[in-house]
């Protein structure tokens, strides 16, 4: 292959990849919008179905089971179960898992995977040749069971930060957003949903939460029931403490675009807050690095010719 054609090969191949990497953040936007509509369809469809089922309606208050000690415990097992169900279904929620399934496979696999890592380790310690004492092989099986125990919530826990974390992080505009389209005389259900349309590009996560919050709100009729589920569903954070002001404002009768003006600075106040949090805890952070990859090049750097000009006066003595 000549040069020529070699340079040309190059520089084709350079072009494709430019054009590939100015056209890609256009066609995920599209993908980002299709994902958003099709989780709010299936939420609204949901929402239908349970209305035509009839699930949405009030329950009737559970009268004592039985005057019986034994079924009275019982009674409260299965209310702590419950508990704990919900727990673990709104934990799902917040790490952006809706399947109703979720809760049940968490469980089974912080079952499974501890009896997996034990016999993994078993295989690996019974296939070495050295001899490894009975103490070392069951603290090894120990720390398999807590690894295989704890590695799914850990897991659901991180990922439950990011989505939290990119949630703060663009809410403060949907916020200005919503703001501007209430003072302007649109509903708060319309609003919500055009915002939500508005922040698919940048922040899907957001968008999502939001379109589910206006199905909700659109479908059913308890208004503060949608802003308790996505609260819920948020976890923690901006969007939270939003949804807190406007059930207090539809409480108390308060303007909503009032609440809304003083949510936007109290979320900027913490996102500043947590900037420079971070950013004061940078140098004792820098510490250990400095100390370890930084010094010594800057010792050798600095030292590294006066020890050769000395290491070679002594040869020439």
Do not use: W
Request: proline fraction near 4%; hydrophobic fraction near 50%.
């Amino acid at each position: 292959m000549s040069n020529e054609l070699l340079v040309t090969v190059i520089a084709s191949l350079l072009a494709a990849a430019s054009f590939a990497g100015f056209a890609l953040p256009f066609l995920n936007r599209s993908d980002k919008k299709e994902r958003f509509r099709s989780v709010i369809e299936k939420r609204r469809k949901a929402l239908f179905d349970a209305h035509r089922d009839g699930a949405f309606k009030k329950p009737v208050e559970e009268k004592n089971v039985s005057a019986a000690d034994s079924i009275a415990a019982l009674y409260k097992m299965q209310k702590m179960a419950g508990k704990m169900g919900e727990k673990m279904r709104d934990k799902m929620l917040q790490a952006g898992i809706r399947s109703p399934s979720a809760p049940i496979k968490f469980m089974i696999a912080q079952g499974v995977l501890p009896v997996f890592l034990c016999g993994l380790t078993m295989m690996i310690i019974s296939g070495s040749d050295k001899e490894i004492p009975s103490m070392i092989t069951l603290l090894c099986l120990f720390v398999a069971a807590v690894i295989g125990y704890k590695l799914p919530d850990v897991l659901i826990k991180n990922q439950i930060m990011k989505r939290q974390e990119e949630i703060n992080l663009a809410f403060p505009d949907s916020l200005d957003m919503m703001l501007i389209c209430v003072q302007g005389g649109i509903g708060l259900e319309q609003t919500v949903e055009r915002v939500a349309q508005e922040v698919a590009e940048h922040s899907e996560v957001l968008a999502e939460e939001l379109g589910i919050l206006s199905a909700e709100m659109a479908m059913l009729n308890d208004r503060r029931q949608a802003l308790q589920d996505f609260a819920r569903r948020v976890g923690s954070g901006g969007a939270k403490s939003f949804a807190t002001a406007l059930i207090q404002a539809e409480q108390y009768g308060t303007s909503i675009s009032q609440a809304m003006r003083v949510m936007a600075d109290e979320i900027r106040d913490m996102r500043m807050a947590k900037a420079e949090q971070k950013a004061a805890s940078l140098p004792p952070k820098l510490t250990v690095p400095m100390i370890l990859f930084f010094l010594p090049a800057l010792f050798i750097i600095i030292l590294g010719p006066a020890g050769i000009e000395a290491s070679a006066a002594g040869v020439g003595k």
